[in-house]
């Protein structure tokens, strides 16, 4: 169901967007306001919009009676926390995370079956996971040791990556899952390296292994060659599609990395990339590279540099330990002035509207996922569905676009609706639930829903453009007895989320 044009054209004016609408008075126009104005400036609910995929009552109340560094000390040791409503979602999912030898057993070969699964587990765990840290920490990294799915060849091995080399090593050290990224069949599939022999090494690998993986633009031609000579023999078992070393494909001879020099004269040269993993994972540029992606990701799209190069430091003096640095970011100076400075992608607005609105799983079944996966897909931002191996863009311009919004819009008012997907549970009286009693206007009640949807009341002219979709006045009165209330309520709801406060991560 799409959102009338009223109000897709009365939100349009509202949030400022580039879209194109009927003219509406100037008053109804939000007045300039710094992002942080729209969002506020409570320090613990900036943090649950940058340390989760949204903030919910549950989560912040927790946040609040733990504390800030309480709660983010909680989140980093996410194996003490119980996860039973995402385990049992996933569950209906087993070939999500499965072994290869399973996936093999279990569904003809080339299947989209298992992949298919990895994109509705990857959307339950990030909606209703207790471990939201893990989660959004989890993403971070799959995208930036990204490995597309679906994408030919890995039907079988992408959701034992997923399990065995980002999950496995997301609150690890870099290195060890740099390691385990570069013997895994789905990154050797996907960045063709195990179709490297000694007589043509593919570079294909080799050169993404700097540029994307660790130090960036910093490489030479002279070291791609390198590489690739180095790591010939790192490939796939083409009977049982597992990670193998041939040395009969390794090609031997003297090599001169980035600062790493090694004789390669064996043919057994699987020791020989694993140390150039290890030093690669350990260059201060690598250091700088991560810690800037982190800033992007979890700061602003311009990262400060004074961040970057503590969390660099941090980085290197904890031998590339993951936690030290995202505890050194979420307790800066920098994190803290951060607020209203990221803007959600399309898949987190879609994660984070279902929690804000408190809609629950399918009580059985897995349709409801498959329905939520299809909206972030036609959004152009399903989770792994990037087919270039530089993982989604996390800046605000990407995805900022008429149709882009208007997606969003029609999201909203699909879930706030009940409408789509109908098998998602939800209060019996979602305004209710939402809004607590009845107040006496119209004003107080979308005041009573973004205080309770984002965290502070909209700006006044954000107010009035929202209730003019129903006709009403922020003085207009309200009562149990009004007839309209009924038939607004999914507008009014789906205009709160649509309003640039709730854009902002």
């Not at 992007?296 to 311009?302: G, I, S």
């Not at 107040?439 to 003019?468: E, K, M, N």
Request: with cysteine; proline share 6%; charged share 20%.
């Amino acid at each position: 169901m799409l959102i009338a044009g009223t109000a897709a054209a009365t939100v349009a004016v509202t949030t400022g967007l580039a879209l194109e609408a009927p003219a509406v008075a100037a008053p109804t126009r939000a007045a300039a306001a710094a992002p942080g104005d729209l969002v506020g400036a409570d320090p613990i609910a900036h943090l649950l919009r940058r340390a989760t995929h949204g903030p919910t009552p549950a989560s912040l109340a927790e946040a609040r009676r733990l504390g800030a560094a309480a709660w983010l000390e909680r989140q980093l040791a996410p194996a003490k926390i119980a996860d039973s409503v995402s385990d049992g979602l996933v569950a209906r999912l087993p070939l999500a995370f499965a072994a290869i030898a399973d996936v093999r057993a279990a569904v003809a070969k080339n299947s989209y079956v298992p992949m298919k699964q990895l994109g509705r587990a990857t959307i339950a765990r990030a909606v209703w996971s207790n471990r939201q840290l893990f989660e959004v920490t989890a993403a971070f990294w799959a995208n930036h040791l990204h490995v597309a799915a679906p994408s030919s060849g890995v039907w079988d091995s992408r959701g034992d990556y997923e399990a065995r080399v980002i999950r496995a090593h997301a609150f690890g050290r870099f290195a060890d899952m740099l390691k385990a990224s570069a013997r895994h069949p789905a990154m050797l599939t996907y960045l063709d390296q195990r179709s490297s022999t000694k007589q043509h090494p593919n570079e294909n690998y080799a050169r993404e292994l700097m540029e994307l993986h660790t130090v960036g633009m910093g490489y030479t031609e002279d070291d791609v060659q390198a590489a690739s000579r180095l790591l010939t023999g790192l490939t796939v078992n083409k009977g049982s599609g597992q990670y193998a070393y041939d040395a009969s494909l390794h090609l031997t001879g003297a090599v001169r990395i980035l600062g790493f020099t090694h004789a390669n004269a064996g043919t057994d040269g699987e020791a020989a990339a694993l140390a150039l993993l290890d030093h690669l994972a350990r260059l201060p540029a690598t250091a700088e590279r991560l810690a800037r992606k982190l800033c992007v990701r979890f700061v602003a799209d311009e990262a400060p540099e004074s961040l970057v190069t503590r969390l660099a430091e941090v980085y290197l003096a904890n031998d590339t330990a993951i936690v030290p640095v995202l505890r050194a970011l979420f307790t800066s100076a920098e994190f803290a002035a951060s607020i209203g400075r990221k803007t959600r992608t399309p898949y987190e607005d879609l994660i984070a509207s279902v929690r804000a609105l408190g809609l629950g799983p399918e009580k059985d079944g897995v349709a409801g996922l498959d329905a939520l996966y299809d909206i972030v897909a036609g959004a152009g931002n399903a989770p792994f569905r990037w087919s270039p191996p530089n993982g989604f863009p996390d800046v605000a311009a990407i995805w900022a676009s008429p149709s882009a919004f208007l997606a969003r819009c029609n999201a909203h008012l699909n879930l706030a609706g009940g409408w789509y997907p109908k098998q998602l549970t939800r209060p019996a009286d979602l305004l209710s639930t939402l809004a607590g009693p009845l107040p006496a206007t119209y004003g107080a009640l979308i005041d009573a829903l973004a205080v309770r949807l984002i965290g502070v009341r909209l700006p006044a002219a954000h107010t009035a453009a929202v209730l003019s979709v129903a006709g009403k006045l922020p003085t207009s009165p309200l009562t149990a007895k009004d007839g309209s209330l009924a038939g607004n309520a999914p507008y009014l709801i789906a205009l709160v989320l649509d309003s640039p406060s709730f854009q902002l991560r």
